[in-house]
């Protein structure tokens, strides 16, 4: 999808690059734009000595964008290498980043190109066997992200302005500043900015049962999921795109793995969850308020995000108006509690 986010570099803007950062001596024989990500440039680069790798480009700082998207670029490299010290779920190799600006001005890395396929891709070719072997799979490696711990709650880099020492004050941060957006990009909302953020802080007590900061994706949805086939067998190779990542309440993941669909019906993801982590899940009155409050934050994201992005013409008007919708229906349950 074209977005003015995605600020294209030129094939002589690359080599530099390649050599001084990567730091081979072998030229880049070809270049691919990868179209598929909505916020980053990003490109295939087939090097002379037949390696492959992907160099993602953020946009220029100067760039208006929505709050909690300062330094994204920086939470998805942090979220590979957190993940990849400890070794809980697949992600791409990181094989170099910079972010000093002074290059080309932004924010860029490098990492191994997957060989893979999303999954919104590759399940069309699964037999429902291997789809739910699958979604068995996703959700053990959920579970096993529950293990990554930090030091506060809320959004990795400080520049967003979005940390605190509790759930319930980070999150209800993090829904201001998102209806601050609104209000900055003149985003039509289903209700007045002032109404949803009343419904957000009436519903927050039950964000205080969520006492650690666990490490959580929170775009997990099948797109950001790459799935390869070795001697016949379908695997999750890597969970990409970690840049809307935060330190949160792990149930949170679920609004992302379950977009748009009913979590408590997702039987074969729930059974590799609790594989991971040792007990079911049991959705609650409570357990299901804070799905209410986290599935409405991810919808107005949504809502959002194509004003700074600069998305136009009917695909995206559609996903707008659908995702406005999704978000009406869940600030009518939280109204309803």
């Known amino acids: 999808m074209k977005s003015r986010t995605k600020v294209a570099l030129e094939r002589h803007e690359l080599e530099p690059l390649v050599r001084d950062v990567l730091g081979t001596k072998h030229s880049v024989r070809r270049v691919e734009e990868l179209t598929e990500g909505m916020f980053n440039a990003a490109y295939a680069l087939e090097l002379e000595d037949?390696?492959?790798?992907?160099?993602?480009?953020?946009?220029?700082?100067?760039?208006?964008?929505?709050?909690?998207?300062?330094?994204?670029?920086?939470?998805?490299?942090?979220?590979?290498?957190?993940?990849?010290?400890?070794?809980?779920?697949?992600?791409?190799?990181?094989?170099?980043?910079?972010?000093?600006?002074?290059?080309?001005?932004?924010?860029?890395?490098?990492?191994?190109?997957?060989?893979?396929?999303?999954?919104?891709?590759?399940?069309?070719?699964?037999?429902?066997?291997?789809?739910?072997?699958?979604?068995?799979?996703?959700?053990?490696?959920?579970?096993?992200?529950?293990?990554?711990?930090?030091?506060?709650?809320?959004?990795?880099?400080?520049?967003?302005?979005?940390?605190?020492?509790?759930?319930?004050?980070?999150?209800?941060?993090?829904?201001?500043?998102?209806?601050?957006?609104?209000?900055?990009?003149a985003v039509k909302l289903p209700l007045p900015a002032r109404e949803i953020l009343a419904l957000f802080q009436a519903g927050a007590t039950v964000l205080e049962q969520v006492t650690e900061p666990v490490l959580t994706h929170f775009d997990l949805w099948e797109g950001n999921v790459f799935v390869h086939t070795v001697d016949g067998s379908a695997r999750i190779e890597a969970f990409i795109d970690g840049e809307r990542a935060f330190w949160g309440d792990p149930l949170a993941e679920f609004a992302s793995t379950a977009l748009f669909r009913d979590p408590e019906h997702e039987t074969d993801f729930l059974r590799g969850y609790q594989s991971a982590t040792g007990t079911p899940l049991v959705f609650t009155r409570e357990v299901r308020h804070r799905l209410n409050l986290y599935r409405a934050y991810l919808y107005l994201i949504m809502v959002l995000e194509g004003a700074p992005r600069g998305y136009s013409g009917l695909k995206a008007l559609l996903i707008r108006l659908y995702c406005r919708m999704k978000l009406r229906e869940e600030l009518e349950l939280l109204a309803s509690r």
């Open 50 to 185: 037949g390696a492959s790798v992907v160099l993602k480009v953020a946009p220029p700082p100067e760039l208006p964008l929505l709050t909690y998207e300062r330094n994204l670029m920086r939470t998805e490299v942090e979220f590979y290498e957190h993940a990849a010290r400890e070794k809980v779920c697949p992600v791409p190799r990181v094989l170099a980043h910079d972010f000093s600006r002074e290059r080309i001005g932004r924010d860029f890395f490098f990492m191994e190109r997957l060989r893979g396929t999303p999954l919104t891709t590759a399940k069309k070719r699964l037999s429902k066997a291997d789809q739910a072997r699958i979604q068995t799979e996703l959700g053990e490696l959920v579970g096993r992200l529950r293990s990554l711990r930090g030091r506060f709650f809320g959004y990795l880099q400080p520049d967003t302005g979005l940390q605190a020492g509790t759930w319930r004050e980070a999150f209800l941060a993090m829904a201001a500043a998102l209806l601050q957006d609104a209000e900055r990009f």
